[in-house]
């Protein structure tokens, strides 16, 4: 059974940091394209950042570029969202999100429909 399991979210003050955490069990991702999505109360999931299977391409959205960075350690099935200078309009429940696993994948997906496995979530919430 795929199984992804987020941690690390929680109550921050604007302009602070937390790291999230996603490992995944249940086969291997190493070919997967990574990502980690966010969805408000009353808005779409929208990708905040994603990750090529072999690191070496990633996405960010304009909103989180130069405070966010994923990164991902295939020997632990894990990737990871570093979040700095946290501001309130980050509040939401982040999930992470894998992709089938495609080794000729160029760019990683930043859409919702080019992911297959999906977190149960984890709030973050950035008070002001």
């Known amino acids: 059974q795929v199984q992804l399991i987020e941690s690390g979210g929680g109550l921050v003050q604007a302009g602070g940091s937390l790291r999230l955490s996603c490992a995944a069990s249940?086969?291997?991702?190493?070919?997967?394209?990574m990502g980690w999505f966010r969805q408000a109360p009353g808005k779409e999931r929208e990708c905040v950042a994603a990750i090529l299977w072999s690191g070496s391409r990633t996405f960010y959205a304009d909103s989180v570029k130069g405070r966010f960075t994923i990164s991902r350690d295939n020997g632990r099935n894990t990737v990871y969202l570093q979040m700095n200078g946290l501001k309130p309009e980050d509040t939401a429940d982040y999930y992470c999100?894998?992709?089938?696993?495609?080794?000729?994948?160029?760019?990683?997906?930043?859409?919702?429909?080019?992911?297959?496995?999906w977190g149960q979530g984890t709030q973050v919430t950035v008070s002001s």
């Open positions: 999100a894998a992709g089938l696993g495609n080794a000729r994948q160029a760019q990683p997906g930043t859409s919702v429909r080019e992911y297959a496995y």
């Open positions: 249940g086969r291997t991702f190493t070919w997967s394209a």
